[in-house]
Every structure is written in structure tokens, then in C-alpha cells.
């Protein structure tokens, strides 16, 4: 079948104006399975943290995109993604979501078995494959690595596509926001703690990351989870020390001046994140030694340069956000036009209290659980977008404040906190990375 | 007081009527003022403070919750949610009457409906009672999913 926009870059540039977008970008099956296989493949891809997989054999099953890979310890100092398919019927190798293989990976199927970098080990009979050139097939070069991987202080990308840029290149400045959440721990080394919240939303993954920078409505949709949080702590005697819940909920309804002022810094390739000035977490308790510890390790000033930066939310294009002062990085995995599964997961910084890592469990629970009446709320207005977007009375979707003319052409701005910027950045990113081998 | 078996059992049961009833004020009047609510996320977990869960919910965070369900811009709960528990007969597995201390074990299924769609869910509640003027009150209830750590929807009243 021919669809609408399989090799036709017209259509798909055509979705993207300046300051609209067309809702076959949330709802078009057909875009869907073309963003899987251009934008997910030209693009870095966060797979996951080598904390993971600590000790050789260790490995890490995920997706990118909507394909299964391992993320495998193969050698001490090396880390492969290896996509996780038999050669021979397509088994999937890994039931587990995590473990340790040993030296090989086994299908459990034919009992092929495949050094930790893909590569071909054995295969019971092999006298059945004599004469038959098996040694040309595709099967006997072993499980397909992932062409392109990068690991980042510990953060392991990979892009499929050998076209894109290189790693880089892709992420440029917004390095700058993973420096700073790695920089936070005394020994510059985070490890993934506290558990992963998975929450399934019926709703398109791009809704999620658009949200991530929109500040313009944490003080209404969150009125009745935040609201009602001040509105009960006021009940509290006087003097009574304020809960480190009531600290990671209550601004959520700061006022639209609060959000204006923090800012929103934009990078190329549709990197960008809030809160330039302040943020929501600006204002935590300090935790006890902390701050001691930082200094022995850095000295006085670069300890306080790195914690005086609050970064809100930092969106790695395409699917990934990163909160840096409290650990937290959320990935958005598209599963079809209208599912995403969203997991939530937590690192602790090596060497810090304990209490660091309690706070951010705690806000990962109050905020990302599906058990959340923050996410709740936020799932809400998602799954009504998703549902009102089958309107033919109006096929496009306002990106439009705070628009400037010339934006297109601007690099690394810092601008209004409550301005659409960054979502039109990412729009535009979206076209460059679906047409770019188009 | 010393309560009997049959009384830890009727609490229990009458616990989960009020929940179903969504008379969730005189609910939390069942917690003691330290009490908690925990449903962990990963299975056999022991630790509430340094792994996450879906609910660690102390009286005040609990309150919270049940007040946002009342609000006017909860826009979630427009429609409104509502739950339903099937309780097995509750084992009372620990009792201590020196500390007051009692613990019942009760597997359940929980259903929560919203709207046209209706969910089911499956899980084991332990109660950690005790008794405050001669009144059985929560310190812990712990709600153990059998599907703990599977990619959920939401769950927006209490199991």
C-alpha cells in the first residue's frame, strides 16, 4: 500500500510551519513507523548508564525505538548494543530484563551460542551446515551490533543510521545540563538507584516530551495535586518543620512570573531545557555535609557554581528528559502513534548522602508513579489531546507564543521561560532528522 | 482490651467497605497518626526511603490525596474513578499483646472503573494493626500487586 507519506519529504515538511504543526504528528500511524525508522535511526538514542552493567557478561535489555537490543559489558573498558535477535529465527535472546550471561549469550532455542560482541561461538551440528557456503550467510556473522555507540560519562547512546551527526555534534552545549548531574557528585560518578516507575500513557510519546518545557501549565493542571497540598500544609501548626513533600509539591503552582523568569535556554538539533535562572528545585533544604563534601572535593567556588545551577527540565531530542539537581531522567519510548510507555529512573551520586538519594525516590514517586496525583492529571490532559485531535474541525496545533521571526536562524538562546520556543525547536529538528536520508 | 481474632478480621474487612463506599475521611481515621500507606513497586521489597515506590503516603500525603479527590479542577477525576475489593478471609498472622502489635494477611482483587474503562487488579494487603484507646488503628497497610513492577496505567484511588 501506498501511504501519504512514505518517501514523500513534501508531505512531511509540509506538517511543520512556523507556528503550527499538523496532528497527523500524533495520531498517523504511518508517520509513526517512518519516525521509528528515520528519526529514531538518525538520532542519539539514550539506551541507558554502564552502572547497569557493571561486571563483564552483565547485561541490560531495552528498546530503541521500537526495537529490542541488549546493552552487554563485553570487556572491561567496552560496551556493546547489540540488537536482541537470534541470527538464525529471530528468538530474542535475553527473557530477563537485566542479568549476567557469562562469556556468551545461548539462544534458548537452537542453542547458537555468540561471543558478547555479536560474534559467532558455536552451533550444535554443525556438520548439517557443510557444503551449504553457511559461512556467506548473514546468519553466521552473528547478532547485528548497533552501528554507532557513545558512551558519555557513563550515559550510552547509540544511533543506528550512519547518516546524522556524530555524537558531538548532535548534543553540542546541551552536554552541558548531564555535566552538571554528574558534576553533583563529589566523585563525579553517578550510579542508577531507587528503582524505575514504568507508566503506561495512551497517548503519543511527542505529547510527553512537548510537556517537559511547557510552563504554562503546571498552575493549572496541577492546582489539584500542588493546591491542594499548600492549601493542607497551612492547616500545620506554627514552627512545624516543613515535610520534604510539601517542598517537592508546592512549586508546582508557583506563578506565571516565577515561570517567565526562570527562562528557556534552546540548542541546536532540539536539545533545550527551562529554568536557566531557577527552578522548581531551587529551593530544597540543604542536606547536612553535603555541601562540605562538595567542597573538599572541588573547592569552595566550583562547588558552588555547580550547585548554584537548577536546571528544571533538560529534553534530549528526541525522548529523553533529564532533571540534573535532583538525578531524575525520564524516557518517553514510543510504542504506536497513540501508546508510550514512560520510565522513570534515578541515579545516586556516588559519595553523597543518603538523603539526596531519598528526596529524589521520593519526588520520582509523588510526580512519575502511575500511582501519581500529579501524573495523573498531566495523563489526563494527554489522553484528552489524543482523543480531541480526531476533530476535523481544526487539523492544526498552536505553537505559537512568544514566536520570534527570525528563530530559525538563532543559535544557544536563552529567552522568556514560558515561551513555545523550544517546542517549535523541536519541531523543526523533527523535520531535519525524518528527511535527512529521505 | 485484647482484641479477638474475629475482630482483627472484621476490621479488616470493614476497611475495605469504606474504601469501596469512598468514605475516605472516616478511612483515614483508621491510620494512627504515624501511620502509612505503602505499595511497593518491586517484588519482596523491603525498603520504603532509598527505592522508590508507588505509594509510601504518610497521613498528611494521604490527605492530600483524598482532598484533591473532592476538588472542583481534578481533571482526572472528571468522570469520577470507583473501586471495588473482593477480599479472601484475612489470616491473622502475627499477634503481640505486649507491644499491641498485629498483623493480618489478606489476599484481595481490586477493580477501579472510570468512564467506559474498567481495570483489574490483583494483590495481597498485610495490616500492621495496633490498638489506641482500645481502638484498632493502621500502622502500616502494605499493598503488595502481583504485578508490582509491570508497566501500569493509573490508579488513582486507593487498593
Not at chain 1, 227 to 249: L, S
Not at chain 1, 383 to 400: P, T, Y
Request: aromatic residues 10%; hydrophobic residues 35%; charged residues 25%.
Amino acid at each position: 500500500m501506498v501511504g501519504k507519506y512514505r518517501g514523500n519529504r513534501q508531505a512531511i515538511t509540509a506538517l511543520v510551519r512556523e507556528t503550527e504543526v499538523h496532528r497527523d504528528l500524533y495520531v498517523d500511524q504511518e508517520l509513526f513507523e517512518l519516525e521509528m525508522e528515520q528519526l529514531f535511526a538518525n538520532t542519539w538514542i539514550y539506551v541507558g548508564h554502564d552502572s547497569q552493567v557493571p561486571k563483564v557478561g552483565d547485561y541490560y535489555a531495552t528498546t530503541i525505538g521500537k526495537q529490542p537490543v541488549i546493552m552487554v559489558r563485553a570487556a572491561e573498558d567496552s560496551i556493546k548494543v547489540l540488537h536482541n535477535r537470534c541470527p538464525h529465527k529471530g528468538t530474542r535472546l535475553t527473557g530477563e530484563s537485566c542479568g549476567n550471561t557469562g562469556r556468551f549469550f545461548r539462544c534458548p532455542y537452537h542453542a547458537w551460542t555468540f561471543r558478547l560482541d555479536g560474534s559467532l561461538a558455536g552451533v550444535p551440528l554443525k556438520s548439517g551446515y557443510e557444503g551449504t557456503s553457511f559461512t556467506e550467510s548473514r546468519a553466521a556473522r552473528g547478532i547485528t551490533a548497533v552501528r554507532h555507540v557513545h558512551n558519555y560519562r557513563g550515559f550510552v547512546f547509540a544511533k543506528q543510521s550512519d547518516v546524522g551527526p556524530g555524537f558531538e555534534e548532535f548534543f553540542g552545549e546541551a552536554l552541558s545540563s548531564l555535566d552538571n548531574m554528574i558534576d553533583r557528585s563529589p566523585v563525579g560518578r553517578l550510579e542508577v538507584a531507587g528503582g524505575v516507575l514504568r507508566y503506561m500513557h495512551a497517548c503519543n510519546w511527542k505529547m510527553l516530551v512537548e510537556n517537559q518545557t511547557d510552563t504554562c501549565h503546571p498552575m493549572i493542571a496541577h492546582q489539584s495535586s500542588a493546591g491542594t497540598a499548600v492549601e493542607v500544609w497551612k492547616a500545620a501548626p506554627a514552627g512545624t518543620k516543613k515535610p520534604m513533600a510539601v517542598e517537592i509539591y508546592g512549586p508546582f503552582v508557583s506563578s506565571y512570573e516565577f515561570f517567565q523568569t526562570m527562562g528557556i535556554r534552546v540548542w541546536d538539533n532540539g536539545h533545550g531545557h527551562t529554568g536557566v535562572s531557577h527552578s522548581i528545585h531551587s529551593d530544597y533544604s540543604a542536606v547536612p555535609g553535603y555541601f562540605e563534601q562538595m567542597v573538599a572535593a572541588y573547592g569552595e567556588e566550583r562547588a558552588k557554581a555547580i550547585l548554584g545551577e537548577n536546571r528544571h527540565n533538560t529534553v534530549y531530542f528526541p525522548n529523553v528528559m533529564l532533571k540534573g539537581p535532583i538525578q531524575l531522567l525520564r524516557v518517553f519510548k514510543p510504542l504506536a502513534a497513540d501508546r508510550t510507555l514512560v520510565e522513570s529512573w534515578t541515579f545516586r551520586l556516588v559519595g553523597a548522602p543518603d538523603m539526596l538519594l531519598e528526596r529524589t525516590v521520593m519526588y520520582n514517586r509523588l510526580v512519575n508513579a502511575p500511582t501519581s496525583i500529579v501524573g495523573h492529571d498531566d495523563l489526563e490532559i494527554y489522553e484528552r489531546a489524543q482523543a480531541g485531535l480526531a476533530s476535523d474541525g481544526n487539523e492544526w496545533i498552536n505553537v505559537q507564543r512568544l514566536y520570534v521571526a527570525d528563530e530559525a536562524e538563532r543559535r544557544n538562546v536563552v529567552t522568556d521561560g514560558t515561551s513555545e520556543w523550544q517546542m517549535r525547536n523541536q519541531f523543526r529538528a523533527w523535520t531535519k532528522f525524518m528527511t535527512m536520508s529521505l | 482490651m485484647t482484641p479477638t481474632d474475629q475482630q482483627l478480621i472484621d476490621f479488616v474487612v470493614r476497611e475495605a467497605r469504606l474504601l469501596d463506599q469512598q468514605r475516605l475521611e472516616d478511612w483515614l481515621e483508621l491510620f494512627t497518626d504515624d501511620g502509612h500507606y505503602w505499595m511497593p513497586v518491586e517484588w519482596g521489597q523491603s525498603d520504603p526511603r532509598l527505592t522508590t515506590s508507588l505509594m509510601y503516603e504518610d497521613k498528611l500525603l494521604l490527605k492530600i490525596r483524598i482532598d484533591r479527590l473532592k476538588g472542583r479542577a481534578t481533571y482526572s477525576q472528571s468522570p469520577k474513578s470507583r473501586c471495588h475489593h473482593v477480599l479472601q478471609q484475612p489470616q491473622v498472622d502475627e499477634r503481640d499483646e505486649e507491644q499491641r502489635h498485629y498483623v493480618t494477611w489478606t489476599p484481595l482483587h481490586y477493580v477501579e472503573s472510570r468512564g467506559d474503562q474498567q481495570t483489574l487488579y490483583a494483590a495481597w494487603a498485610t495490616h500492621h494493626l495496633t490498638l489506641v484507646d482500645d481502638a484498632l488503628r493502621i500502622r502500616l497497610k502494605r499493598v503488595d500487586l502481583v504485578n508490582c513492577d509491570a508497566a501500569l496505567g493509573s490508579i488513582q484511588l486507593f487498593v
